[in-house]
């Protein structure tokens, strides 16, 4: 590629970072997200130790920390559409690195119990459960609506990294110094999203009136999608995608402790390969304009789905890591391409009522995700969930690909035709 052609690509890819608020939000994500990475990694270890390797018990945990992602992500949605979003996350924030605080020093000071992790597990879903929405929708404020596109795929991104970098550090600190000091890490890496909040200038935000017109009840949302079935197709898919394919939290320590028989540096790898390819895949959308097709949406459904499945039968260790990395790579383009048909397609009005459902379908079925696991590894063993789900996640894309090219016209764009969103957090790429 010729040096002015490159530099033109490299300019497009990287303009939302020409934002200075953006920027500052960017940086402390990265950071704040890396040590959310670390204390996930270190988190499964730590129940794993605590219980005998019970995956029954690493299910029960993950199941607590997301459950209130399913029950009240909508309704911090509607606190989204209609409070300052920055103070939000501002809250949302300082109370995360309170309790990871708390449990990294009780880990610390030898004195946890598995009950200690259930209830500051499901404490941080009821934070993530406002934080979520409030995050997905600031993007709009901080770039803009001729960005956002971009800036939701670069945010992608630099989550991503967030979980190539975290994984793989948490293994060498578990090894090295424990998991109580990865949680103490993580509890100071949240300072570094409410200095990027504090220092952000609230002149240059683009903020819309923040009581939405027409119905703003939670109710409201689900009342526009039963007249959008190129909406409600799309969602359905990623729940089945989310809730059967989309468990590598629990399915990856699982293999690497009772499968490959390996320490918490391999764990780590294992993570980082999955996120090598889904960092691959955002870097990939940074180049997306318009709003993605229902055949593109379910090819890579159907991509991830046979990716997965080829992964549960992965004979070594290095086998696994290999496949991880396409596999990565379809999950977050699968996400990716459904967060931009989900948010191109959507009524200004409803927006973020629609991206905070988004949110739930995609990690609030992580509960329900954690009782498939569990009930399948406890009957037909570890690799049996990474099969059995990947061929289902198969099953479906190819089922909403040939329903795609059947035909059929989606309703017009909304009028400013823009996305809001990035593809999301936590533990779904």
Same mark, same amino acid.
């Given at each position: ?74 309704? *911090? ?312 789900? *990947? ?14 090219? *059947? ?23």
């Amino acid at each position: 590629m010729k040096p002015e052609p490159a530099r033109q690509l490299l300019a497009s890819v990287l303009r939302s970072l020409t934002v200075r608020n953006f920027r500052l939000f960017a940086a402390g994500q990265i950071v704040s997200a890396t040590g959310t990475w670390m204390t996930v990694v270190a988190q499964d270890w730590l129940v794993l130790d605590l219980t005998g390797d019970s995956g029954t018990a690493l299910a029960t945990v993950t199941a607590l920390q997301f459950t209130p992602v399913l029950l009240l992500t909508l309704y *911090g949605g509607r606190l989204a559409d209609r409070y300052d979003k920055r103070a939000l996350l501002t809250g949302a924030n300082v109370a995360s690195g309170v309790l990871a605080l708390a449990l990294g020093l009780l880990v610390a000071g030898d004195a946890v119990r598995l009950w200690h992790v259930c209830a500051f597990a499901a404490a941080l879903g009821i934070v993530n459960a406002v934080e979520i929405p409030a995050r997905l929708s600031f993007i709009a404020e901080l770039v803009g609506p001729d960005v956002v596109p971009n800036a939701s795929a670069l945010s992608g991104a630099y989550f991503t990294v967030a979980r190539v970098l975290g994984p793989a550090l948490a293994g060498l600190l578990i090894d090295a110094a424990g998991t109580g000091t990865v949680m103490l890490l993580n509890a100071a890496s949240y300072a570094a999203t409410v200095a990027a909040l504090c220092a952000m200038r609230p002149e240059r935000l683009y903020r819309p009136d923040r009581r939405p017109p027409g119905d703003a009840r939670v109710s409201g949302v689900l009342a526009h999608l039963r007249s959008r079935p190129d909406q409600t197709t799309t969602l359905a898919l990623v729940g089945v995608v989310a809730l059967f394919g989309l468990n590598f939290p629990l399915t990856l320590p699982l293999m690497a402790r009772t499968v490959f028989h390996t320490d918490a540096a391999s764990f780590g790898l294992l993570t980082a390969a999955l996120a090598t390819g889904s960092l691959l895949a955002a870097v990939a959308t940074t180049v997306r304009r318009g709003r993605p097709s229902a055949g593109v949406v379910a090819a890579w459904a159907a991509a991830f789905g046979a990716l997965a499945a080829a992964t549960g039968w992965a004979p070594h260790l290095t086998t696994a890591l290999i496949l991880l990395v396409p596999t990565g790579f379809a999950s977050m383009y699968f996400a990716q391409a459904a967060n931009h048909r989900v948010q191109l397609g959507s009524d200004p009005a409803h927006r973020g009522r629609v991206m905070a459902l988004y949110a739930v379908i995609l990690q609030g079925s992580t509960p329900l995700g954690a009782v498939f696991v569990g009930a399948v590894t406890r009957g037909f063993g570890v690799r049996s969930a990474l099969w059995t789900g *990947g061929a289902v996640a198969l099953a479906a894309g190819l089922a909403a690909l040939r329903a795609a090219r *059947g035909g059929g016209h989606a309703p017009p764009l909304p009028a400013d035709g823009t996305a809001t969103t990035p593809t999301g957090t936590g533990s779904r790429p």
